[in-house]
């Protein structure tokens, strides 16, 4: 079995998406390729090779391959991965906008979102929102998948000693181009990897009451999340939004504030190994899924624990 | 322009589905059925580019039983020109939904089409993309605003940093994100008209695509349940917990 994983990266360094997605790789068993695509991204192969259990990293540093655009980088992908028995690529939305593009390449049905490997053709996702886990097994030659990062503990970062060898394809497809990016800026750790989540939901009522959460979470180290509904109602930008069509997490620790919690919510978080929940409404959903619920106003309760913490 | 729009018939949103006892499917019977949200985002999003004059026609595509009839009929009373609908009652996985939307697409020639991002019954969130490579049309995914300008469109995606803004050559294919629109109610003068628009059908044999599937679904169970835990008393109780019983901070 050969294993071809794509690396995410911002072209500076490697993120931890890619760690959880070589624990993936692992649990197939065989020799894992790290594909490194991108512009100026030599650091990022370097990181990649001193990853644990990377036998090889491929690093294509081109200019079409500066922002990842899903017409480059499939193509090259698909052009590689066709000598490999499985390509990886973390569920991120950088994954998601460029493997099944691959996959149709390659004449392939990918398997998106997998939380276990069963055997090298056979894993497990969550469908329905989380509701039904499937298990699916693939007939196709190359099996192309995404990972849920949640569901793998990351590698290590340092041990491994791969060769990092240059790759020669520079495809550009020239249907797409980059005019910009609008990033959020947060000192707080990133929210799919911190070890704390605290997430906030319509019962903040508006986004200036969001300043309690940031300041317990900086006591905590914790990462700042947000329900849909607080999203929509424009309380904070929606890549701190946690549910089916956000992101999903599973830290130690998730402090659900003022949010109800629907089957959306949920879905992107209750995988987390300790939830606490605070809500005045002590028939929220949310209480059901909660290890530790406290009936409160949350204006009472928040400042309180951050006092007390 | 004209404009292809795919549709999926999926288990309404608000259903909480089950799998069946024997643990081969879901269980879909007598279950309420609706038009995927995602994918009335995109006829909401096509139907506005009409009014503002960019669109000249929508074309509403739906895959799988009669039934979808259903939905394509929705797409039409919510502003779409005409439907088509693809019918098999064989299982259908995204691999073949985008090669027989290919086949459309060669039919039609739409200078865009749009996609929900993802079914909620599948959450594959594949169809779109795949259809970029079987077209090599580029691909506007998670879109949070379109804007049409000559013979490219800008698309503002959602990515996990923030938002990002790509410019594609028409023709090109978007799907849509929650935050693109908010889709209108159809009125029931519209519902009435709807029904007299034309509808055709066709099959993957017609369109002449294989939909052999490539996975097989082994088995379908319900997630590890969550039990639910204790409720607290105050916050120095939860504080305390968390400190000594759960040992998380």
Do not use: W
Request: charged share 25%.
């Amino acid at each position: 079995m050969s294993i071809l994983v794509i690396a995410e990266h911002d072209n500076a360094e490697l993120k931890g998406a890619t760690l959880n997605t070589i624990a993936a790789a692992k649990a197939v068993g065989g020799d894992i390729a790290v594909l490194v695509a991108g512009a100026g991204c030599a650091a990022v192969a370097e990181a990649a090779a001193k990853v644990d259990g990377v036998s090889k990293v491929l690093l294509a540093d081109n200019a079409a391959y500066e922002h990842q655009l899903a017409e480059n980088v499939a193509k090259l992908v698909a052009d590689l991965g066709k000598d490999y028995s499985h390509i990886l690529a973390p569920a991120t939305t950088t994954g998601k906008n460029m493997l099944p593009r691959a996959a149709a390449l390659l004449d392939v049905q990918p398997i998106s979102d997998i939380v276990s490997v069963e055997s090298a053709d056979t894993f497990k996702r969550p469908i329905y929102a989380g509701n039904v886990i499937a298990t699916v097994q693939s007939s196709d030659a190359v099996k192309v998948i995404s990972v849920r990062t949640t569901g793998f503990d990351a590698v290590a970062a340092e041990g491994g000693s791969a060769a990092v060898e240059s790759v020669g394809i520079a495809d550009d497809a020239a249907v797409s181009s980059f005019v910009g990016e609008e990033l959020a800026k947060s000192d707080r750790p990133e929210l799919t990897a911190a070890s704390v989540v605290i997430s906030g939901g319509r019962g903040m009522q508006n986004g200036d009451n969001f300043e309690m959460l940031y300041k317990l979470a900086d006591k905590l180290g914790a990462a700042v999340g947000a329900s849909r509904a607080a999203v929509d109602a424009g309380f904070v930008p929606n890549d701190m939004q946690v549910g089916q069509t956000g992101k999903i997490v599973a830290p130690d620790l998730y402090i659900a504030v003022g949010i109800s919690g629907a089957i959306q919510h949920l879905a992107g978080m209750k995988d987390s190994k300790v939830i606490v929940a605070i809500n005045k409404d002590e028939e929220a959903p949310i209480f059901s899924v909660a290890d530790y619920g406290l009936v409160a106003d949350l204006f009472e309760a928040v400042p309180e624990l951050e006092a007390k913490l | 322009m004209k404009v292809l729009v795919a549709v999926k018939r999926v288990v309404d949103y608000n259903v909480k589905v089950r799998p069946k006892a024997d643990g081969t499917d879901v269980d879909t019977a007598n279950v309420k059925m609706s038009i995927n949200p995602f994918c009335e985002i995109a006829v909401e999003e096509a139907v506005r580019l009409k009014e503002k004059g960019v669109v000249s026609e929508i074309v509403a595509v739906s895959m799988g039983s009669k039934q979808c009839q259903e939905q394509i009929r929705t797409a039409l009373a919510l502003g779409a020109d005409r439907g088509i609908l693809v019918e098999t009652d064989a299982e259908l996985q995204p691999l073949a939904v985008a090669k027989c939307l290919k086949a459309i697409v060669d039919k039609e020639e739409p200078q865009m089409v749009i996609l929900g991002k993802q079914s909620i019954d599948g959450d594959n969130n594949q169809t779109g993309q795949m259809l970029g490579a079987l077209t090599g049309m580029g691909q506007g995914t998670f879109a949070s605003e379109v804007a049409v300008d000559g013979d490219a469109v800008k698309v503002t995606r959602e990515i996990d940093g923030g938002l990002q803004t790509v410019e594609l050559k028409l023709p090109a294919i978007v799907t849509t994100d929650l935050r693109l629109n908010e889709p209108r109610y159809a009125s029931l003068p519209n519902i009435m008209k709807a029904k007299k628009k034309p509808l055709d059908t066709t099959s993957p044999d017609e369109l002449g695509v294989d939909i052999t599937p490539r996975t097989k679904t082994l088995k379908v169970e319900p997630p590890a349940e969550r039990q639910a835990g204790v409720k607290v008393a105050d916050v120095a109780e939860l504080v305390e917990k968390l400190k000594n019983e759960a040992k998380v901070i």
